[in-house]
């Protein structure tokens, strides 16, 4: 869920915090439990002040916004609360209501200041005069409707800000170079965040533990990859490829986006697979499995992997594929967006310090495992060909998805 701040505030001080902190040393692991709403948002808690809140852990954005009491046409779930500005920590900005472009339509908000508590009180780290956007009023479809398990956004953009941010981000406040996400495989199960993440120590600046790969990240804003290529095979034979020579292809791992967004280039070759899943999930072990090359090493997703299950009644499910095609290009070619369905299949490991991503095959539990290249999905036992549930009609994507236009990621 990236979006783009179109025009820029100043806080009152707000230059100088990245020289004033005193709380950013770093923290112990803290793990944070995300919630699965049908497999297509997962949230978890964020606390201003003493203001529970629901946010969705994005590593598409960069600052945090957070719905406001004074957005009238926002609509949330009844248990749920909008964030109260009489709050004992509030300090007001300065600065102007800004537009925010999300693809699900316009946030408008204010900038302030506020203590922020990752999860909830006393269980993470807080961090005291953290900027966050104020949101006073959206046309956000999912916010309008009630359809949103979620009243704010926390960013976790790899910079120590984006370059139009006017102050430090969460991740350089409290101290965290490195952070895990790990959504659990299965039908409906939860996913996880990992703070400092202590399965990282043995890291270096030239490789991981063994138990990960490395991709470099290319991206000046975004956590964005090289993709070498995108191809489906049977058996170990390929099918079909995108990308490569005279394709220039880059990846974007999203936490935001719930399906894995493909470039026009690829539609083909993804309707040809698509086209080969049987609506009662007959055939899973006999779809093809799909490799994305990234920066030298493939990534090997099952059919349980890039198809989901739909629940058309309480008794009646439908297998889908777990795709979304758009039109947007990149300044290092097509581009291609790993959303959820890829953080369900990898625990994968944000690294702000390089900038590079490390990514584990996924064991129990969504701990990290080491990758076993001589393995075939074709040999793995049938529980393990289970998709998961999602509803795509409340499915989140990308704000950058506007059209024909280059995106300098």
Not at 230 to 250: K, L
Not at 331 to 339: A, E
Request: net charge neutral.
């Amino acid at each position: 869920m990236v979006f783009l701040v179109l025009s820029s505030l100043s806080l009152a001080g707000a230059v100088n915090l990245r020289h004033k902190i005193a709380d950013n040393e770093a923290h112990p692991e803290y793990k944070l439990t995300l919630q699965n709403y049908k497999g297509v948002q997962y949230f978890a808690p964020i606390t201003l002040n003493d203001q529970k809140m629901w946010a969705v852990y994005d590593t598409g954005s960069f600052e945090i916004m957070a719905m406001s009491k004074a957005c009238a046409v926002c609509h949330i779930p009844s248990s749920y609360i909008k964030y109260d500005n009489t709050s004992s920590t509030f300090v007001k900005g300065n600065g102007p209501m800004t537009n925010h472009h999300f693809a699900g339509g316009l946030v408008v908000g204010r900038q302030d200041l506020e203590t922020i508590h990752i999860g909830d009180v006393g269980k993470g780290f807080a961090t005291k005069n953290m900027p966050f956007w104020q949101v006073m009023h959206t046309e956000m479809k999912v916010w309008l409707a009630g359809q949103a398990q979620f009243t704010a956004i926390v960013g976790l953009g790899h910079r120590e800000a984006h370059a139009q941010a006017t102050s430090a981000s969460l991740l350089e406040r409290t101290g965290t170079s490195r952070f895990a996400i790990c959504l659990q495989k299965g039908a409906s199960n939860p996913g996880y965040i990992y703070f400092n993440p202590t399965s990282t120590a043995t890291f270096t600046s030239t490789g991981g533990s063994g138990v990960y790969r490395k991709i470099p990240v290319i991206g000046k804003n975004h956590w964005a990859v090289t993709m070498d290529a995108a191809s489906t095979s049977m058996g170990g034979t390929v099918t079909d490829t995108r990308c490569g020579v005279g394709q220039a292809c880059v990846a974007i791992i999203d936490s935001g986006t719930s399906l894995i967004g493909v470039p026009q280039m690829a539609v083909p070759m993804i309707s040809a697979l698509a086209k080969k899943i049987k609506p009662d999930c007959s055939n899973m072990d006999q779809l093809p499995e799909l490799t994305f090359t990234l920066a030298g090493q493939k990534f090997v997703m099952p059919a349980s992997a890039y198809v989901i299950r739909f629940k058309v009644s309480p008794t009646l499910t439908k297998c889908l594929p777990a795709f979304t095609d758009f039109n947007m290009m990149s300044s290092h070619g097509n581009m291609w967006i790993l959303g959820m369905p890829f953080l369900r299949h990898f625990y994968t490991v944000f690294d702000r310090t390089e900038p590079a991503i490390y990514v584990a095959d996924q064991g129990e539990n969504c701990q990290p495992v080491a990758h076993n290249s001589t393995a075939s999905f074709s040999t793995f036992p049938k529980a393990r060909q289970e998709p998961a549930f999602a509803d795509t009609s409340e499915a989140t994507l990308p704000s950058w998805a506007y059209g024909n236009s280059i995106m300098d990621i």
